[in-house]
């Protein structure tokens, strides 16, 4: 586990990159594609500073982004202290995430996930740019059923590390305690 640091106030993306958070299809060999909510690239000033998407970073004590929302939560107790951990989701599509436990190879960084699946219904996706083989191909599809993942921010808090105006992002300084004991797994508490 690797804390990026403290994200004490709501990061806000440039305008420039709600033109990045619409449906990928992205090829990953033979037969095999995974679909995800951009923005894909970590580096590109969409995400906070030092982001990283594996699902071993986290900033701490942290909120989520401005557009992101929690979508799990759990308590870690060590001795006398004890941590809130989420995992934030975008909302730009509005798209109900939940936290994904990693099963596939591209799931060690999307932390995000969404299943839709309705024999009655078809899901349409006006626009999805599809990236394979080196090819990037804008198009609409629909489909019956369909996963899409996200990039997820993980934050890490304790309850005096905020004052009354949490809810704003503001920390109160001087009350992150030093000796945060190290997480196990937090995949284990997933799903």
Same mark, same amino acid.
């Given at each position: 586990?690797?804390?990026? $640091? ?7 993306? /440039?305008? !420039?990159?709600?033109?990045?958070? $619409? ?16 923005? @894909?690239?970590? +580096? +590109? ?14 900033? !701490? ?14 308590? @870690? ?15 730009? @599509? ?7 436990? /990693? ?14 699946? +309705?024999? !009655? ?8 740019? !599809? ?15 369909? #996963?899409? $993942? ?10 005096? +590390?905020? #004052? ?16 945060? /004991? ?8 997933? @799903?």
């Amino acid at each position: 586990m690797t804390s990026l $640091g403290a994200l004490t106030t709501a990061f806000t993306a /440039p305008a !420039s990159c709600a033109a990045s958070t $619409g449906i990928h299809i992205i090829g990953c060999g033979d037969r095999c594609i995974w679909w995800a909510e951009g923005p @894909l690239n970590a +580096d +590109d000033g969409c995400y906070p500073p030092r982001y990283n998407p594996s699902l071993s970073h986290y900033y !701490s004590p942290g909120v989520c982004p401005a557009g992101y929302t929690p979508a799990c939560t759990a308590r @870690l107790t060590a001795g006398q202290v004890t941590e809130t951990v989420q995992t934030c989701c975008p909302t730009a @599509l509005g798209y109900r995430y939940r936290c994904v436990q /990693p099963t596939w190879p591209w799931q060690s960084s999307l932390g995000c996930t969404v299943y839709m699946s +309705d024999a !009655s219904s078809t899901y349409s996706f006006p626009t999805v740019t !599809s990236i394979r083989d080196g090819r990037t191909v804008v198009t609409s599809t629909a489909r019956t059923e369909v #996963g899409i $993942g996200a990039y997820g921010v993980e934050i890490r808090f304790q309850a005096t +590390d905020f #004052g009354s105006s949490s809810s704003s992002g503001t920390m109160v300084s001087g009350r992150r305690g030093n000796g945060m /004991p190290e997480v196990v797994d937090h995949c284990n508490w997933r @799903l």
